[in-house]
């Protein structure tokens, strides 16, 4: 059964950093891209970053450069997202999300997704 | 970057009924690459079409796709008690990906 599991979501305060994960189970990692989602309360789905299948490329979306960064494991199946300097426009559920395609580039549909898990950014 | 506009936010619905939800883009989608995903209460997001039109694996034909340029349909027939949820669009043909805000499909 194909399972994208999100965890490491949880309160911080402003300023400071978490790193949340998404371990993957039951499906191709290795030969993938993968991307970080977000989507804040009340709000629609934003994209956030995206790492090649090997590693070498990231993208970030403008609202989060410079701040987050994006790595995987590929022996542990399992995607990061490092997140510094958190601000309150931050708070989201975060959802990792898997393209059919090697490449990191936002021109992908998402065959799987994960179940999310929420960051709070509050003091 | 491309704005999607979903309509309606909320849709109420009777088992048996079609459900027709819309989304319209701020700009044409390059090659009509616009996907449906359908979210429900605790669950991950699920692929039902790309491409506008093309059902994703596993999909019922009850769920289709169409439109092209700025104008998307995402419609469901006959709707069953396991269809109500949770949909958004996506456009993936401009960077960065944009997604719709969503609509809530809910029985009557």
């Known amino acids: 059964q194909v399972q994208l599991v999100e965890s490491g979501g949880g309160v911080v305060q402003p300023g400071r950093s978490l790193r949340i994960s998404c371990e993957v189970f039951?499906?191709?990692?290795?030969?993938?891209?993968m991307h970080w989602v977000r989507q804040a309360p009340g709000k629609g789905l934003e994209w956030v970053a995206v790492?090649?299948?090997?590693?070498?490329?990231?993208y970030y979306a403008d609202s989060v450069k410079g701040r987050f960064t994006i790595s995987r494991d590929n022996s542990r199946k399992t995607l990061f997202l490092q997140m510094n300097s958190v601000r309150p426009a931050d708070t989201a559920v975060y959802y990792c999300?898997?393209?059919?395609?090697?490449?990191?580039?936002?021109?992908?549909?998402?065959?799987?997704w994960g179940r999310g898990t929420l960051v709070t950014v509050s003091s | 970057e491309i704005v999607l506009t979903q309509s309606p936010g909320t849709l109420s619905l009777s088992l048996g009924e079609s459900a027709t939800i819309s989304c319209r883009a701020s700009?044409?989608?390059?090659?009509?690459?616009l996907a449906w995903y359908q979210r429900k209460p605790g669950q991950a997001s699920r692929l039902l079409i790309y491409?506008?039109?093309v059902r994703a694996t596993g999909i019922p034909d009850r769920f289709s796709g169409s439109g092209s340029g700025t104008d998307f349909t995402l419609t469901i027939s006959r709707l069953e008690p396991e269809d109500f949820a949770f949909f958004f669009c996506q456009q993936y043909g401009s960077s960065p990906t944009t997604f719709g805000q969503g609509t809530h499909l809910e029985i009557k």
């Open positions: 039951g499906v191709s990692f290795r030969g993938y891209a």
């Open positions: 790492i090649s299948s090997d590693g070498d490329n990231k």
């Open positions: 999300a898997r393209p059919p395609s090697p490449v990191a580039g936002t021109n992908y549909y998402y065959d799987f």
């Open positions: 700009q044409s989608v390059s090659s009509n690459y």
């Open positions: 491409g506008a039109s």
